[in-house]
């Protein structure tokens, strides 16, 4: 039987409506509506192409990359695709997910745009927008530098006001104060918002952001006292290489006053700092956004290493031949489907999660629009939570599948080494993972320790205002379909939850100096933060998953004992083998296009070896038979060893 048929005979089997569950999916009709009509356009349009990317230099990639962008940004103006012809509208947003190359233009409109809407005030706004808009002008998001990322408060770049002038001098006064990192800035941005320490009068003030110009909007050169370029090659091929991040640093650049973006706080014309009855971690705005982004696009990238692996997974067969029949297919193995199945649920979980977070996100801003500032840090504390649990399993996911397609899904053609090294790096930009769980922690620690002073727990921390409950909690599961019961599953996972971070509280309270504690029990605070994450985002098949692989905390925290442990690994398997004649119909429901998915073990047909070894010839080593540099060095040797054997 050839692939083809293997995938036609697994469509059969699905026991649901695929064509509803896209819809789900998508979100509604209407999303689907669209991303189905997108995806055929950049699958049919040329400039899109990508399987030639493997093969490509730094600088071919490059300007590949900017090729599509100005096609991209072409098409979005003459299909009309959205009425202000800004990328911020969902058909632009969805096209460019589907060109599916990392480009400057996803900082200039996820994060610089973002940034002057959210922290410029009302005339910053209505100057610089409209042309960010057009693209008149092309922005960054110069934060991170040299030598911090992580700690914004040790940032070292200054911005010196001059009250004779009424203007900033932007400065960098150590080597490792040179902004490093910010996508776009290397060869494209002429402009970019600079995070940088507020001097007045000798006084420091902290981080703000600042508009400034770096290049000349005529021949592109970086204005004067401005040295910029691009930062190297990245990990993997081409990859994350499409992107120009960059290296800036400022020798006195001087800038109008009204460059500061000033709804958080001002600086006069005097020189007097005003700061807004606003809180100050409003600077650190857009970060919050982009990491809610980055929660949403989680289950894109794990939908599509699952989608790969799944199909491949039904179309390879290894072993099992009686009478010379058919071998069986690797995702009739409990273990391949232990393995690849709750990353599939994973997928899903974290589809709906990202819906949740855009839900919550949109909540905060009307609140802060309105000026209660009261979900802030619940908002911060989700956010920050959700980016690390769902980018950390997310990457880990991404290399599962590679390891499930066996040796074909190191090749490029299977399309996911490159998705995980394009990927791979959402660990650690928009805050490094484990950074942002501690800032979970801090927020749990506190939570439990504002319970004896009466201060009721709300949002994703609710559940521990049952806390007295919750300790005595010991799960009443007696056989296996116990666990199937939501309430049950939730019920387990609140306990363990509640239980790491009273745990934690407790320990800390040892400590004399409570910032030395938080350094000292720092593992045990990521473990607490990790299990309010997986709470937030538990459901059915990934929550039993979850349950196994933690087992021990489970047990520990005596929320569970081995024997039920052991039930709930038992409900796992039998839930595994009703996922098994879905699964190949579960990710058909992604709607994914070949050109999307960019990758030969993936594709719809299930045509994979035929394609595979056409693929192989097309590589530039086969252009010619003998290889370049035969004749300089393996003819030499095949010679010497000739001579060797005469003597
Ligand atoms: C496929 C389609 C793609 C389409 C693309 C288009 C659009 C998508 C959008 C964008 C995506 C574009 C590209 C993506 C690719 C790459 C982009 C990468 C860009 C970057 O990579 S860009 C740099 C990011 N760089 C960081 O991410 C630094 C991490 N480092 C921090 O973020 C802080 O530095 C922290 C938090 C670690 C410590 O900060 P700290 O030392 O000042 O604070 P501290 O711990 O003392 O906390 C004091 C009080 O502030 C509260 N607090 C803190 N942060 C808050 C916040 N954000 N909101 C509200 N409250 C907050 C605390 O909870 C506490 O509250 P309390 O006092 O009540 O306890
Ligand atoms: C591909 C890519 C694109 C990027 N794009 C941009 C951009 O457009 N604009 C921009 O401004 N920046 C950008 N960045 C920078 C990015 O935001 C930072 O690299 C990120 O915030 C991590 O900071 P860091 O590099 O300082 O890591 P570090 O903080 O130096 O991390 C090193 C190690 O130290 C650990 N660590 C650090 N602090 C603590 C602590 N308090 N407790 C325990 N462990 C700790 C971390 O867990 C990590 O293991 C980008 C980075 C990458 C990789």
Wanted: with cysteine; net charge neutral; glycine share 6%.
């Amino acid at each position: 039987m050839e692939g083809v048929d293997h995938l036609a005979f697994e469509r059969n089997k699905a026991q649901f409506d695929v064509d509803e569950m896209k819809i789900v999916w998508a979100g509604s009709r209407e999303d689907f509506e669209l991303s189905d009509r997108i995806s055929r356009l950049v699958a049919s349009d040329p400039v899109f192409r990508k399987d030639d990317r493997a093969a490509l230099g730094r600088k071919e990639l490059f300007k590949n990359t900017l090729r599509k962008a100005a096609h991209a940004w072409k098409r979005v103006i003459e299909l009309r695709l959205s009425g202000e012809f800004s990328a911020l509208e969902p058909e632009a947003y969805k096209l460019r997910a589907f060109v599916d190359q990392p480009a400057f233009t996803d900082l200039h409109w996820g994060m610089f745009v973002p940034a002057i809407q959210g922290q410029g005030t009302d005339e910053q706004q209505q100057k610089w927008l409209p042309l960010a808009y057009r693209m008149q002008i092309i922005g960054c998001y110069a934060q991170t530098e040299l030598g911090h990322g992580s700690n914004v408060q040790g940032l070292e770049t200054t911005a010196t006001f001059d009250p004779k002038t009424d203007e900033f001098v932007i400065h960098s006064p150590t080597l490792t104060s040179s902004k490093w990192w910010p996508g776009g800035l290397g060869k494209v941005s002429t402009h970019a918002v600079v995070y940088a320490r507020l001097i007045i009068d000798g006084q420091d003030y902290g981080v703000h952001g600042f508009i400034v110009q770096l290049r000349s909007l005529d021949d592109h050169l970086p204005l004067p006292g401005i040295t910029i370029g691009d930062i190297g090659m990245k990990f993997g091929n081409a990859a994350y290489n499409t992107m120009d991040n960059g290296v800036l640093t400022f020798d006195h650049v001087r800038i109008p006053r009204n460059q500061m973006l000033m709804r958080v706080s001002q600086v006069t014309r005097e020189g007097k700092y005003v700061h807004s009855n606003v809180p100050r971690q409003l600077v650190y705005g857009t970060m919050v956004y982009v990491r809610q982004k980055i929660v949403a696009d989680a289950s894109v990238a794990l939908s599509r290493a699952v989608c790969i692996a799944t199909r491949y997974s039904a179309v390879r067969r290894q072993f099992g031949s009686h009478n010379g029949g058919l071998e069986t297919q690797v995702i009739d193995y409990k273990t391949q489907q232990s393995r690849l199945f709750p990353l599939l649920a994973s997928a899903y979980a974290f589809r709906f999660v990202g819906e949740w977070l855009l839900w919550l996100y949109t909540d905060v801003t009307e609140r802060l629009k309105a000026k209660d500032f009261s979900t802030l840090p619940e908002a911060h504390a989700c956010t920050a939570g959700l980016k690390s649990l769902t980018t950390t399993a997310t990457a880990d996911g991404i290399e599962e599948c590679r390891k499930l397609c066996g040796g074909h899904g190191y090749l490029c053609s299977s399309g996911l080494p490159e998705l995980f090294a394009v990927y791979v790096p959402a660990c650690t930009y928009e805050g490094d993972n484990i950074v942002l769980l501690l800032q979970v922690a801090r927020h749990l620690v506190k939570t439990v320790s504002q319970l004896s002073t009466g201060n009721k727990p709300v949002g994703t921390t609710a559940y521990m205002a049952r806390l007295e409950q919750l300790l005595q909690y010991h799960s009443d599961v007696k056989k296996a379909e116990d666990w199937l019961k939501p309430n049950v599953v939730l019920e387990a996972f609140e306990a363990r939850a509640a239980r790491m971070c009273v745990a934690c509280a407790q320990n800390l309270s040892k400590f004399s100096n409570p910032e030395e504690g938080f350094q000292e029990l720092a593992a045990d605070l990521v473990e607490a933060a990790v299990a309010h994450c997986q709470l937030i985002v538990v459901s059915n098949v990934y929550a039993l998953s979850l349950l196994h692989k933690h087992l021990g905390d489970f047990i520990s925290t005596g929320c569970i004992d081995p024997k039920q442990g052991s039930l709930a690994n038992e409900q796992l398997r039998n839930l595994y083998s009703q996922v098994r004649p879905n699964a190949v119909a579960l990710v058909d429901a992604y709607n994914y296009t070949d050109h999307y998915l960019g990758s030969i073990l993936g594709r719809y047909d299930g045509n994979v070896y035929p394609k595979l070894y056409e693929e192989a010839w097309k590589d530039p080593l086969n252009d010619s038979i003998v290889p370049d540099g035969f004749k300089e060095y393996i003819q030499p040797l095949l010679k010497q060893q000739l001579r060797n054997a005469r003597l």
